[in-house]
Nanobody, 122 residues
Framework: QVQLVESGGGLVQAGGSLRLSCAAS????????VGWFRQVPGKEREFVAT????????YYANSVKGRFTISRDNAKKTVYLQMNSLKPEDTAVYYC???????????????WGQGTQVTVSS
């Protein structure tokens, strides 16, 4: 199996930036696509971004396109989510997940991290 640990969340003012990290261990990291998802209380978990195994293809939710950037460093077994121009609507728990397909569908992913809280004020 693959174990995933998110980090980098915190409190930031609107317009600010954060970089989330997803560190992996276990199986060969390069065989997995990785996605970022977010969830707020009372709402369904929603897709944010995903990246292919080699990093050659990326896809974003319309709500974050142009503001967020997903990237990966397979040598370090880490995927990043750079979040710029943050809005209060971005407040959520952010999760990374690994799976076989570069997709927006939640059930495509097999392994999930514990999540990290992002709070955007103002």
């Amino acid at each position: 199996q693959v174990q995933l640990v998110e980090s980098g969340g915190g409190l930031v003012q609107a317009g600010g930036s954060l970089r989330l990290s997803c560190a992996a261990s276990g199986r060969d990291f390069s065989v997995y696509a990785v996605g970022w998802f977010r969830q707020v209380p009372g709402k369904e978990r929603e897709f944010v971004a995903t990246i292919s195994q080699s990093g050659g293809r990326t896809y974003y939710a319309n709500s974050v396109k142009g503001r967020f950037t997903i990237s990966r460093d397979n040598a370090k077994k880490t995927v990043y989510l750079q979040m710029n121009s943050l809005k209060p609507e971005d407040t959520a728990v952010y999760y990374c997940a690994a799976g076989q397909l570069t997709d927006y569908v939640i059930d495509t992913y097999d392994y999930w991290g514990q999540g990290t809280q992002v709070t955007v004020s103002s």
